[in-house]
């Protein structure tokens, strides 16, 4: 690389400062693993109360920033800190906007300013740079929260002599949250009504921040190569398929990494036991604690146990999952389940341990160490989702020796290879149709495979040597971004 060049994340969160999916992963390891390869990466995200209380420790940097919001102006305050590798981070504090119980809603559903909150952000994001004098090569946006950004560089921002050569990347997480608001709030971020038709942000009728970052990024990834294609299809475009294949020649689908210096069973500081693939017995004494840590019939030690740690929506596959529930248990098998989300999944989980006393664990919020413990302690991971833009949990199960079962989708399909007993090729199960017989028939596939304790054990440790890292799909990224700079705009 010829000479450094500055990349800004923008991320609606960021782990460990704010997390609420995979996202916050992607976006609290990535900036790491570009400096690695020689890239200036710095990292801006909102203050949220969770960043207060996370005892993190932040320097107040600048005061009294004013950003226009709608006819007025608004002033926020500008921190910094650093991710534990030493990545600069940014909070934007403003604390009617951002210091909340959650990050986008409480259980009656999305906070009714959203638009607000986010639109304030980028907006702010961009005034901050300016204001700070942090020259920006590449601003890299992450889902709709941000999908503003490369829509002010293109139209209010355009004549600003300090963005003159600001690229941006678009990365899409999800196509299902979109972003939708109605046309009216356009007014509060400033863009010209003129950019509300159908080739803009428009999105039958109303404003998709989605959409937005779709449209008016220099370039979009997605986090799979075939999520990548997936969504370029009216089956899984969800809508936006259209606007997608019109910027396919601009659209690439990168595989997430995993972060081994978080997720890894050789160094877990989360895990009372540390084992590795040299080392396996400490999994076994994960698994009897996970056991106990659950609630569970210190007998269900003998007998396989299966994972879920998941968001519970429909997407991740909740409702195979509550039908075939109660057939894994017939089978002898135990289940651990982690997870928070849509009331009615949760109330429905709930009530599985309740039917299953014993042999079915479940904990309903969002609990880090216990995602990790659970990733130790099972011997199975069940990954159903009807789709998977990439997943993350099925990565960290093969480092843990944690063998996964996932539905052939998206990035589960780009990274979990069906066991072929013959070959001893492969690393998972998998099943294709989204129907509780197909995953059923998945999980007893891995179940009567586990009974060969020896191959199974091969396949556990293969697993775990494994490399999902984020070096090579950091030199992707880096890729896009050279081609970037070298771009006539
Ligand atoms: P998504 O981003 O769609 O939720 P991913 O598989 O990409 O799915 O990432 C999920 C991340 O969130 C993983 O790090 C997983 O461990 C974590 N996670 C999901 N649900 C919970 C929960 N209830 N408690 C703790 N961590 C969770």
């Given at each position: 690389m010829s000479g450094k060049f500055n990349v800004l994340f923008l991320a609606p969160e960021v782990a460990p400062f704010a997390k609420t999916g995979g996202l916050a992963d992607v976006a609290g390891s990535l900036p790491d693993a570009l400096r690695r390869q020689g890239v200036d990466a710095s990292i801006c995200l909102p203050l949220y109360r969770t960043v207060k209380e996370g005892g993190f420790r932040l320097t107040r940097m600048i005061a009294g920033l004013e950003v226009p919001l709608g006819a007025g102006k608004l002033a926020c305050t500008i921190w910094s800190g650093e991710t534990s590798q030493g990545t600069p981070v940014y909070f934007i504090e403003r604390e009617d906007l951002y210091d909340r119980p959650n990050l986008y809603r409480n259980p009656a559903g999305d906070y009714y300013d959203n638009f607000e909150r986010f639109t304030f952000f980028s907006r702010a994001v961009l005034h901050f740079a300016q204001h700070a004098g942090i020259r920006i090569d590449v601003i890299h946006c992450h889902d709709w929260q941000t999908g503003l950004v490369p829509v002010y560089l293109k139209t209010l921002f355009r004549g600003e002599p300090f963005f003159l050569n600001t690229t941006s990347v678009f990365t899409i997480h999800n196509i299902g949250y979109q972003g939708l608001f109605p046309p009216e709030k356009l007014r509060l971020s400033g863009i010209p009504y003129s950019e509300f038709h159908p080739e803009g942000l428009e999105y039958w009728g109303q404003v998709s921040l989605l959409k937005a970052g779709i449209v008016y990024s220099d370039v979009i990834t997605t986090v799979s190569p075939r999520y990548g294609k997936e969504i370029q299809t009216a089956e899984m475009g969800l809508g936006m398929e259209g606007i997608l294949r019109k910027r396919s020649d601009s659209l690439y689908g990168i595989l997430n990494g995993a972060d081994y210096s978080q997720w890894d069973p050789a160094v877990d500081p989360h895990l009372p036991v540390r084992y590795s693939a040299e080392e396996l017995k400490g999994k076994k004494e994960c698994k009897t604690l996970l056991i106990s840590e659950m609630g569970m019939?210190?007998?269900?030690?003998?007998k396989p146990l299966l994972g879920f740690i998941s968001r519970l929506s429909g997407q991740k596959g909740c409702d195979l999952l509550l039908r075939v529930a109660h057939r894994v248990i017939e089978d002898g098998a135990g289940l651990a389940v982690l997870g928070a989300g849509e009331e009615h999944y949760e109330k429905a989980v709930a009530k599985l341990a309740e039917d299953h006393p014993g042999r079915i664990g479940v904990r309903i919020g969002f609990d880090e160490p216990l995602a990790h413990r659970i990733m130790a302690g099972s011997d199975i991971l069940l990954v159903p989702s009807q789709y998977e833009p990439c997943g993350l949990t099925q990565l960290y199960a093969l480092r843990y020796g944690t063998i996964p079962v996932v539905r052939a989708t998206g990035g589960l399909a780009d990274t979990i290879t069906p066991f072929d007993q013959a070959t001893r090729e492969g690393n998972g199960f998998r099943f294709e149709s989204f129907e509780p017989e197909s995953f059923f028939s998945a999980i007893r596939q891995a179940l009567s495979l586990y009974r060969k304790v020896r191959i199974w054990r091969q396949l556990a440790v293969s697993g775990m040597k494994a490399d999902f890292s984020w070096d090579r799909s950091a030199e992707s990224y880096l890729e896009i971004y050279r081609g970037l700079l070298t771009w006539d705009h």
């Open positions: 019939n210190e007998r269900m030690a003998d």
